[in-house]
């Protein structure tokens, strides 16, 4: 639609040009996994926290011994037929643990930190929808926009830094001022007293600085001697989005 249509939708936002996606929306991820996590238990998984993988063997007659060390510092081996890592930042280091060298089959992970401000007042969103700026093709990320949150709040965000493996989630409030000025381009009046830094996190991603875009992987070894292990690699946004799907595909692979 043309930028004078888009202000019968969003007053604020200033365009040339816009599309517009009606099913689009928003959901609360913390009572989504919540959900998965009672749906799983019901069905007779369990769930096990702060244990920490520290090795995957295979078998010689099939399946795998994973490792674990316990927060007690107890060792654990436990045999299992089939293997999904879905470790997401640490999904790379998993495939290793179990022979395959990342490296030639493209599946080291590199580690891109997203920062995210928000407005201060409750109920203080500018906007109604999301909105998304054009990237170019190469652009690292979506580019900074704007998601009106369920509190009815304004985040702004992320913006993609590539960082070491160390690096903590602490919000650097100097990058303000860089969010203000990508913001600013299609927000109107919208005033830097009125933003507060956020939150962020680190998405795991295939390609490293100025390399071409990479999908996520979803693919059983078998092919590498290693049948019934299913590797989940670099699988970042839309992953949340596509989670259930992506689970569809781990269950026809299994």
């Given at each position: ?20 996606v009606p ?33 995957l063997?295979?078998?010689?007659t099939g399946?795998?011994i ?39 089959a ?13 407005t ?47 690096t ?8 303000k ?78």
């Open positions: 639609m043309a930028g004078s249509m888009v202000a019968e939708y969003e007053p604020r936002i200033s365009c040339r040009e816009a599309l517009l099913t689009t929306g928003i959901i609360d991820s913390h009572q989504l996994m919540e959900y998965f996590i009672k749906d799983a238990s019901s069905r007779g998984a369990e769930v096990v926290y702060n244990a920490e993988l520290t090795g063997t295979k078998k010689g399946g795998f994973a490792e674990i060390e316990e927060p007690s510092g107890d060792k654990i081996e436990i045999e299992a037929g089939i293997v999904v890592n879905a470790a997401g930042l640490n999904s790379d280091k998993v495939a290793e643990f179990a022979g395959i060298d990342i490296d030639k493209g599946y080291r992970i590199k580690q891109c930190k997203g920062t995210y401000f928000r201060k007042n409750f109920r203080d969103s500018p906007v109604e929808h999301l909105v998304y700026p054009a990237v170019g093709k190469d652009s690292t990320s979506l580019g900074i926009h704007l998601t009106p949150d369920l509190a009815g709040q304004l985040r702004m965000g992320p913006d993609a830094e590539y960082v070491p493996e160390d903590g989630y602490e919000v650097n409030e100097s990058k001022t860089n969010f203000m000025k990508s913001i600013s381009k299609f927000l109107n009046n919208l005033n830097d007293k009125d933003v507060l830094a956020d939150t962020s996190g680190i998405r795991p991603k295939l390609q490293g600085p100025g390399e071409k875009f990479r999908d996520f992987v979803i693919k059983e070894e078998g092919d590498r001697g290693l049948k019934g292990l299913i590797n989940l690699i670099g699988i970042e946004s839309p992953g949340l989005t596509a989670a259930i799907s992506i689970a569809k595909r781990v269950k026809e692979l299994i």
